[in-house]
């Protein structure tokens, strides 16, 4: 059984640092280098937080001195300026990614909407709007043309999940758009109008899997952004043909081949969603790739040859030595997983959500209360030595744990404080029936729960905080 302890981490001399927060684009004029999502042009993080509900909608909380959430706006496609508008079931919000893609130097948002019906199809195909920064933050967006419906028709879902990179090196980020067999790229810049450099589609080999997420990130350090896809059999299908992860090299035409990525375990080739992030643990300039599957996670570490091909993978859990708490199936460790550097030594951090934690034993057991734990990097890669675990029950943490909160069903980590360390955006899904967030601040030691708060849900919202970007 999990425990609830917190175990305050201590710098030791094994943990040098130097993290990237994944893959992050653009050149932004009015925000510090490597800020995707500062809509607002003031140098700080801003943290978006989707939530279903209706036809589902997000919620911007604007970074600032002080944090987060001093300011922020709700946004959905009855606001002014968007695009479409509000049906039962859209999902708009269900996939974001985050970059300037008109390149005026404020972020811009690209919101998926998998389930909205387009033109005169007989299916939901989805669609995708991008909701525009400026000096006020997000406001009026766009539709995005994003190509020929897939001729599987039912399933193809755009806007189920994005990624938004420099895929092709130019200097424009790009944006993926995953759907059933494989992944569409509408290559930048883009316009106000929609406009973007084309579209091309590039299938996995067998091209018949459902991909049911991806992420940007340069794992062999060429100054591309490549492409990370979890795919998965059709609704339909019981074949793990090509289930896993696969990896798509950055090209000059968008994207290069796809291979499955090596060193994995056969549990992150089997079909069920899992956990997926990206980040340089290990300083060497490459993106790392940590996978969570069955219970454990599994870090692949960037190399010339693409993930997996140099240093040896390590496999973790929560009977690791040096990681707090039990490994128990129902703690789901590894289901939410963000790197980034939350202390300031210049290495990305592993951030692992276990959402069904229990805390405590026998008849005071609080089931699904959730928790974090932060593993540090090092120039060896990541590390156990100087662990963090935080539940709604640890030293500063605002609220309390209780039976289905689900604490850590979603993590993010972006300097919202501009401090120059990654603070943690982390979701509750559970919490009031809702859901709501919490912000953790980095620290020289670590996560932290000095100085930290949650946020609330908009009315009628359901499932807030699913997904984060920042």
């Given at each position: 059984?999990?425990?609830?302890?917190?175990?305050?981490?201590?710098?030791?001399?094994?943990?040098?640092?130097?993290?990237?927060?994944?893959?992050?684009?653009?050149?932004?004029?009015?925000?510090?280098?490597?800020?995707?999502?500062?809509?607002?042009?003031?140098?700080?993080?801003?943290?978006?937080?989707?939530?279903?509900?209706?036809?589902?909608?997000?919620?911007?909380?604007?970074?600032?001195?002080?944090?987060?959430?001093?300011?922020?706006?709700?946004?959905?496609?009855?606001?002014?300026?968007?695009?479409?508008?509000?049906?039962?079931?859209?999902?708009?919000?269900?996939?974001?990614?985050?970059?300037?893609?008109?390149?005026?130097?404020?972020?811009?948002?690209?919101?998926?909407?998998?389930?909205?019906?387009?033109?005169?199809?007989?299916?939901?195909?989805?669609?995708?709007?991008?909701?525009?920064?400026?000096?006020?933050?997000?406001?009026?967006?766009?539709?995005?043309?994003?190509?020929?419906?897939?001729?599987?028709?039912?399933?193809?879902?755009?806007?189920?999940?994005?990624?938004?990179?420099?895929f092709t090196g130019d200097g424009h980020p790009d944006l993926a758009i995953g759907h059933e067999?494989?992944?569409?790229?509408?290559?930048?810049?883009?316009?106000?109008?929609?406009?973007?450099?084309?579209?091309?589609?590039?299938?996995?080999?067998?091209?018949?899997?459902?991909?049911?997420?991806?992420?940007?990130?340069?794992?062999?350090?060429?100054?591309?952004?490549?492409?990370?896809?979890?795919?998965?059999?059709?609704?339909?299908?019981?074949?793990?043909?090509?289930?896993?992860?696969?990896?798509?090299?950055?090209?000059?035409?968008?994207?290069?081949?796809?291979?499955?990525?090596?060193?994995?375990?056969?549990?992150?080739?089997?079909?069920?969603?899992?956990?997926?992030?990206?980040?340089?643990?290990?300083?060497?300039?490459?993106?790392?790739?940590?996978?969570?599957?069955?219970?454990?996670?599994?870090?692949?570490?960037?190399?010339?040859?693409?993930?997996?091909?140099?240093?040896?993978?390590?496999?973790?859990?929560?009977?690791?030595?040096?990681?707090?708490?039990?490994?128990?199936?129902?703690?789901?460790?590894?289901?939410?997983?963000?790197?980034?550097?939350?202390?300031?030594?210049?290495?990305?951090?592993?951030?692992?959500?276990?959402?069904?934690?229990?805390?405590?034993?026998?008849?005071?057991?609080?089931?699904?209360?959730?928790?974090?734990?932060?593993?540090?990097?090092?120039?060896?890669?990541?590390?156990?030595?100087?662990?963090?675990?935080?539940?709604?029950?640890?030293?500063?943490?605002?609220?309390?744990?209780?039976?289905?909160?689900?604490?850590?069903?979603?993590?993010?980590?972006?300097?919202?404080?501009?401090?120059?360390?990654?603070?943690?955006?982390?979701?509750?899904?559970?919490?009031?029936?809702?859901?709501?967030?919490?912000?953790?601040?980095?620290?020289?030691?670590?996560?932290?729960?000095?100085?930290?708060?949650?946020?609330?849900?908009?009315?009628?919202?359901?499932?807030?905080?699913?997904?984060?970007?920042?």
């Amino acid at each position: 059984m999990g425990t609830a302890r917190t175990i305050m981490s201590m710098a030791c001399s094994g943990l040098l640092a130097v993290g990237l927060v994944g893959w992050q684009t653009g050149d932004a004029a009015a925000s510090p280098p490597g800020l995707r999502a500062d809509f607002n042009g003031d140098g700080y993080g801003d943290v978006v937080a989707a939530s279903d509900g209706g036809a589902g909608r997000i919620t911007v909380l604007y970074g600032a001195a002080g944090g987060l959430g001093g300011t922020r706006a709700v946004i959905g496609q009855e606001s002014p300026g968007v695009p479409g508008h509000d049906e039962d079931g859209d999902g708009f919000g269900r996939a974001l990614a985050a970059a300037d893609f008109d390149g005026d130097g404020f972020g811009d948002l690209a919101v998926g909407i998998p389930s909205e019906t387009v033109g005169t199809a007989p299916w939901a195909a989805g669609s995708v709007t991008v909701l525009w920064g400026g000096s006020s933050g997000l406001a009026a967006g766009s539709p995005l043309p994003t190509g020929a419906p897939d001729p599987e028709g039912p399933y193809s879902a755009v806007g189920a999940t994005l990624a938004a990179a420099d895929f092709t090196g130019d200097g424009h980020p790009d944006l993926a758009i995953g759907h059933e067999g494989g992944v569409r790229v509408l290559k930048g810049p883009f316009t106000r109008a929609g406009a973007n450099g084309g579209v091309t589609v590039h299938r996995l080999p067998e091209g018949s899997e459902w991909i049911d997420a991806v992420r940007a990130a340069d794992v062999n350090g060429d100054g591309r952004a490549d492409l990370l896809a979890e795919a998965n059999p059709r609704p339909e299908d019981d074949a793990d043909i090509s289930s896993g992860i696969w990896w798509f090299a950055g090209a000059p035409g968008g994207l290069a081949g796809g291979a499955r990525v090596e060193g994995l375990p056969q549990s992150a080739h089997s079909a069920g969603r899992k956990g997926l992030t990206s980040g340089d643990l290990d300083g060497d300039g490459r993106a790392d790739l940590a996978v969570g599957s069955g219970g454990g996670i599994t870090v692949v570490y960037g190399a010339p040859a693409g993930p997996g091909t140099g240093r040896p993978a390590v496999g973790l859990d929560q009977d690791t030595e040096g990681v707090p708490g039990t490994a128990e199936p129902e703690d789901a460790f590894g289901a939410a997983l963000a790197i980034g550097d939350v202390d300031g030594d210049h290495f990305g951090d592993l951030v692992v959500g276990a959402p069904g934690e229990t805390l405590g034993s026998g008849t005071t057991a609080v089931r699904s209360a959730g928790a974090v734990t932060v593993l540090h990097g090092s120039s060896d890669g990541v590390t156990t030595a100087g662990a963090q675990m935080f539940t709604q029950d640890s030293p500063g943490v605002p609220g309390a744990a209780e039976s289905g909160d689900r604490f850590g069903a979603a993590l993010l980590l972006s300097d919202t404080d501009r401090d120059g360390r990654a603070d943690l955006a982390a979701t509750a899904d559970g919490e009031n029936g809702t859901g709501m967030v919490w912000r953790l601040p980095g620290g020289p030691a670590g996560l932290t729960g000095t100085g930290s708060a949650y946020f609330g849900a908009p009315a009628a919202a359901v499932r807030f905080g699913l997904p984060l970007e920042g």
